[in-house]
């Protein structure tokens, strides 16, 4: 294979100098470190209700193993959740004491399983085999898709990094990694996020290898398994829902930052379902953060947390089409009519014509490197010194201190933690790069809501698409007032924007129109013969047009004089 080249000068020289690479080679230590937090903690909160704390648990996991089985699962598992309800109802039989020692060991057993399960391990030679085989595969694709011609496939003319831009706080990122514990947030709005976040970190930014959560599903193919056991990657099962095992996970993030693993985690929880940018997010894993830095502080260490949020922009998305089914459904439930098709969004066809599409030379990835903070939501400088939102220096350890002593406030941190979901959001909306595709997606599904004002969301989704067509003069009216709003916004920084949205508004949307729509078979959007804009399907019109929710953009354009204007063009159903 051809040597590896980097955008950006590896942090450090020798793999063996990775947090993650120490953790892979102590991966036994790291186990029973877990299984130790993990069993203090529960003892703690839940006292001497262990005995129904075992019993809700066992109940869930013997109904999962029935009715909802998977390959990757242990083979022994039937067996193993019967036997310990049979132990936990011979119980009855035995003195207090016994049966709190009993109830101990079971919830030992449980949590070790849960710990072998979810930590995975790393090693240095699968990570580079992996590295120089998605070069290789991405570049061969890139190449070829670029030029439209198979002939390609070893061609060198576009270059990998043309494709995978990244933006934002890249040095300050790189100055900081030494100096604290990294904590990437992204965007989650596909299951290839995980992949090409990392492989940007690793081959544009230099940064070492980070630990990261990977859905168990993913795990059922023996060949994905093999190597993502020893690429850093922490198992997530979703099926499970009970206390031990979220505990087990939680402590693992917690674990994971006290010890200096650099981590990555959607802090959505899981792929945002409308397309639009996280405002919820999941609080869990978020205070696992608050956790660790309390922890590292009360150890005596001045090393922080330190958290970056990552906006990802894509022209189109995989799911798409799924994602936006889901979510109707979700919302509208019996007022959404639109037939389910099969979805093959997971088919091999599928992914590779996505990235057949991807790599051709009309798209392209961008990822924005949000401002770094600290654990509280605070900015940090080169030197990891935090300042508040007025630009005073702070003391992140006198938010943990009571009376001079680093303690545990449960009901103060859960404060701690929303506030810092709340920075996150808005360090997601602010750091937002705007694309062609955003930005004319959201003009035309306004034309379509406006003109149709009568309609709620469902009632839209059911209009006959071939009704319907959009006078391109119209549109560029539209994104010209919305363009003089994002400039404004941009120059507040309360949004980016990218080169090709600040051209005229004409070549915005013909830009916008031939992205979105190079990967779906029915067209988000589209231009017919007669130069007027079109969509087969409105769904997917909406999915895209949720990227720019949130800015109230929509209030900045004189719609009342934008339908007066053009009431006679009849090219407009």
Same mark, same amino acid.
């Given at each position: 294979?051809?040597?590896?080249?980097?955008?950006?000068?590896?942090?450090?020289?020798?793999?063996?100098?990775?947090?993650?690479?120490?953790?892979?080679?102590?991966?036994?230590?790291?186990?029973?470190?877990?299984?130790?937090?993990?069993?203090?903690?529960?003892?703690?909160?839940?006292?001497?209700?262990?005995?129904?704390?075992?019993?809700?648990?066992?109940?869930?996991? #013997?109904?999962?193993?029935?009715? @909802?089985?998977?390959?990757?699962?242990?083979?022994?598992?039937?067996?193993?959740? #019967?036997? *310990?309800?049979?132990?936990?109802? @011979?119980?009855?039989?035995?003195?207090?004491?016994? /049966?709190?020692?009993?109830?101990?060991?079971?919830?030992? @057993?449980?949590?070790?399983?849960?710990?072998?399960?979810?930590?995975? +391990?790393?090693?240095?030679?699968?990570?580079?085999?992996? #590295?120089?085989?998605?070069?290789?595969?991405?570049?061969? *694709?890139?190449?070829?898709? /670029?030029?439209?011609?198979?002939?390609?496939?070893?061609?060198?003319?576009?270059?990998?990094?043309?494709?995978?831009?990244?933006?934002?706080?890249?040095?300050?990122?790189?100055?900081?990694?030494?100096?604290?514990?990294?904590?990437?947030?992204?965007?989650? $709005? +596909?299951?290839?996020?995980?992949?090409?976040?990392?492989?940007? *970190?690793?081959?544009?930014?230099g940064l070492p290898a980070f630990s990261y959560g990977a859905g168990l599903n993913l795990y059922n193919s023996g060949f994905a398994a093999r190597y993502m056991n020893y690429l850093g990657a922490y198992?997530?099962?979703?099926?499970?829902?009970?206390?031990?095992?979220?505990?087990?996970?939680?402590?693992?993030?917690?674990?994971?930052?006290?010890?200096?693993?650099?981590?990555?985690?959607?802090?959505?929880?899981?792929?945002?379902?409308?397309? +639009?940018?996280?405002?919820?997010?999941?609080?869990?894993?978020?205070?696992?953060?608050?956790?660790?830095?309390?922890?590292?502080?009360?150890?005596? +260490?001045?090393?922080?947390?330190?958290?970056?949020?990552?906006?990802?922009?894509?022209?189109?998305?995989?799911?798409?089409?799924?994602?936006?089914?889901?979510?109707?459904?979700?919302?509208?439930?019996?007022?959404?009519l639109l037939p389910s098709k099969k979805d093959d969004s997971k088919k091999k066809k599928r992914i590779m014509k996505f990235l057949w599409e991807f790599f051709s030379d009309t798209s392209e990835i961008?990822?924005?490197?949000?401002?770094?903070?600290?654990?509280?939501?605070?900015?940090?400088?080169?030197?990891?010194?935090?300042?508040? #939102?007025?630009?005073?220096?702070?003391?992140?350890?006198?938010?943990?201190?009571?009376?001079?002593?680093?303690?545990?406030?449960?009901?103060?941190?859960?404060?701690?933690?929303?506030?810092?979901?709340?920075?996150?959001?808005?360090?997601?909306?602010?750091?937002?790069?705007?694309?062609?595709?955003?930005?004319?997606?959201?003009?035309?599904?306004?034309?379509?809501?406006?003109?149709?004002?009568?309609?709620?969301?469902? /009632?839209?989704?059911?209009?006959?698409?071939?009704?319907?067509? $959009?006078?391109?003069?119209?549109?560029?009216?539209?994104?010209?007032?919305?363009?003089?709003?994002?400039?404004?916004?941009?120059?507040?920084?309360?949004?980016?924007?990218?080169?090709?949205?600040?051209?005229?508004?004409?070549?915005?949307?013909?830009?916008?129109?031939?992205?979105?729509?190079?990967?779906?078979?029915?067209?988000?959007?589209?231009?017919?013969?007669?130069? /007027?804009?079109?969509?087969?399907? $409105?769904?997917? *019109?909406?999915?895209?047009?949720?990227?720019?929710?949130?800015?109230?953009?929509?209030?900045?354009?004189?719609?009342?004089?934008? $339908?007066?204007?053009?009431?006679?063009?009849?090219?407009?159903?």
């Amino acid at each position: 294979m051809a040597k590896y080249k980097f955008v950006h000068k590896p942090i450090y020289k020798d793999m063996n100098d990775w947090p993650i690479s120490k953790m892979g080679k102590n991966r036994k230590k790291y186990v029973k470190e877990l299984e130790e937090m993990v069993f203090e903690r529960i003892k703690t909160r839940k006292g001497d209700r262990i005995g129904r704390l075992l019993a809700q648990t066992i109940y869930k996991e #013997r109904i999962r193993v029935k009715e @909802e089985p998977w390959k990757v699962d242990p083979k022994d598992d039937p067996v193993f959740w #019967r036997k *310990l309800q049979k132990r936990l109802a @011979e119980e009855i039989d035995l003195d207090n004491q016994d /049966a709190i020692d009993e109830n101990d060991r079971i919830l030992k @057993e449980i949590i070790h399983r849960y710990s072998e399960e979810i930590i995975g +391990s790393f090693r240095n030679k699968t990570f580079r085999f992996a #590295r120089k085989f998605l070069t290789v595969v991405f570049n061969r *694709l890139l190449n070829t898709a /670029a030029n439209r011609n198979i002939q390609r496939v070893y061609g060198t003319k576009h270059k990998l990094h043309d494709r995978m831009r990244a933006y934002g706080e890249i040095e300050k990122l790189r100055t900081l990694f030494p100096k604290g514990n990294i904590v990437i947030v992204p965007t989650h $709005f +596909s299951n290839l996020d995980s992949v090409l976040i990392g492989y940007v *970190l690793d081959s544009i930014l230099g940064l070492p290898a980070f630990s990261y959560g990977a859905g168990l599903n993913l795990y059922n193919s023996g060949f994905a398994a093999r190597y993502m056991n020893y690429l850093g990657a922490y198992r997530v099962d979703r099926r499970k829902k009970n206390i031990v095992y979220l505990e087990t996970l939680k402590a693992l993030s917690s674990l994971l930052n006290q010890k200096g693993v650099n981590n990555i985690f959607f802090p959505g929880g899981t792929r945002s379902r409308s397309g +639009s940018i996280e405002d919820q997010l999941k609080l869990g894993l978020l205070g696992s953060i608050i956790d660790a830095q309390r922890e590292l502080l009360k150890q005596g +260490s001045d090393r922080k947390v330190i958290i970056v949020p990552v906006t990802l922009s894509y022209h189109f998305v995989l799911e798409a089409k799924h994602l936006i089914y889901q979510h109707l459904k979700k919302t509208g439930k019996e007022n959404f009519l639109l037939p389910s098709k099969k979805d093959d969004s997971k088919k091999k066809k599928r992914i590779m014509k996505f990235l057949w599409e991807f790599f051709s030379d009309t798209s392209e990835i961008i990822i924005s490197i949000g401002r770094p903070m600290d654990a509280l939501g605070n900015f940090v400088d080169d030197n990891a010194v935090s300042y508040d #939102r007025f630009g005073k220096e702070v003391n992140i350890r006198d938010y943990f201190e009571k009376d001079g002593i680093v303690s545990t406030d449960k009901q103060r941190e859960s404060v701690y933690t929303k506030q810092l979901a709340e920075r996150i959001v808005r360090r997601f909306h602010k750091e937002n790069i705007v694309l062609t595709s955003h930005l004319t997606a959201f003009a035309v599904y306004n034309i379509l809501k406006r003109k149709h004002a009568n309609l709620d969301l469902f /009632a839209l989704m059911r209009i006959p698409t071939e009704d319907i067509n $959009f006078p391109i003069d119209m549109v560029v009216d539209v994104v010209a007032q919305l363009q003089s709003r994002l400039v404004e916004m941009e120059e507040n920084k309360d949004i980016i924007l990218s080169e090709d949205v600040k051209k005229a508004p004409l070549e915005v949307i013909q830009d916008g129109v031939v992205k979105v729509g190079k990967f779906h078979i029915q067209k988000p959007l589209a231009i017919n013969k007669k130069g /007027a804009l079109y969509s087969r399907d $409105f769904a997917l *019109l909406y999915y895209y047009h949720n990227r720019m929710q949130g800015y109230e953009l929509e209030k900045h354009v004189d719609w009342e004089g934008i $339908f007066a204007k053009y009431a006679d063009i009849h090219d407009y159903s």
